[in-house]
């Protein structure tokens, strides 16, 4: 087999852990499940998904490793997902949740700016660097290991991550753009976004 059976079950509870702790990944998909409704929810989770196959093999080839013994380039990735989640929580401030006038995310935008989300987020990169390589076997191909435990992440964020956009977007037809309910979510959405940033950052 590609990967012993027994480092599998031994992934899966380091794997779920990540997927359900809050980040930059499930904030994205939450505000775009309230922007777009559930398709764009769903839309975002899985161009995040996809970010996870592409660290997962970045780091089988080795060149996450290269990123992490590289500082300097560790740190463009970094300011890079600063200067996005700042993006973000301002087109998030800037645009209302719910209501016939809220302008909605285009599924496939949604999974674009979900997928570049993924990419900048350290979050992902230092798990992957620090926690996958305890579990591969280097007497085995490297590469289909990294490959099988970043399928796992993967369809674990898409699932989890795919019903918290769910779960947003059938909220957003309870809101009506503009309340009181409406601001309040829209300002402690793009605040969650901000804070992230300022935590990045230092």
């Known amino acids: 087999m590609i990967v012993d059976p027994i480092m599998i079950l031994a992934f899966v509870p380091a794997g779920i852990a990540l997927n359900i702790t809050p980040g930059p990944d499930m904030l994205f998909c939450m505000a775009q499940g309230l922007r777009g409704g559930p398709r764009a929810g769903w839309a975002a989770s899985a161009g995040i998904t996809v970010g996870a196959f592409v660290h997962a093999a970045l780091a089988g080839l080795g060149l996450s490793a290269l990123v992490a013994a590289v500082p300097a380039a560790f740190d ?3 300011w890079i997902g600063v200067a996005y989640l700042i993006y973000v929580a301002f087109k998030t401030l800037r645009s209302p949740f719910g209501g016939g006038d809220a302008p909605a995310l285009h599924p496939m935008m949604a ?5 570049i989300v993924n990419m900048t987020n350290p979050k992902v990169i230092l798990f992957i660097l620090a926690f996958v390589p305890q579990f ?3 007497s085995r191909a490297v590469l289909p290991q990294f490959l099988v435990f970043g399928t796992m992440m993967a369809l674990g964020g898409l699932v989890v991550n795919g019903l918290v956009g769910q ?12 309340s009181p309910m409406e601001k309040t979510l829209r300002w402690l959405t793009a605040s969650l976004f901000g804070g992230l940033a300022v935590r990045l950052a230092l």
Not at 111 to 115: I, L, N, V
């Open 167 to 178: 779960f947003a977007g059938k909220l957003r037809s309870r809101l009506t753009s503009g």
């Open 136 to 138: 591969v076997d280097p």
């Open 111 to 115: 999974a674009r700016q979900g997928f």
């Open 76 to 78: 463009v990735i970094r």
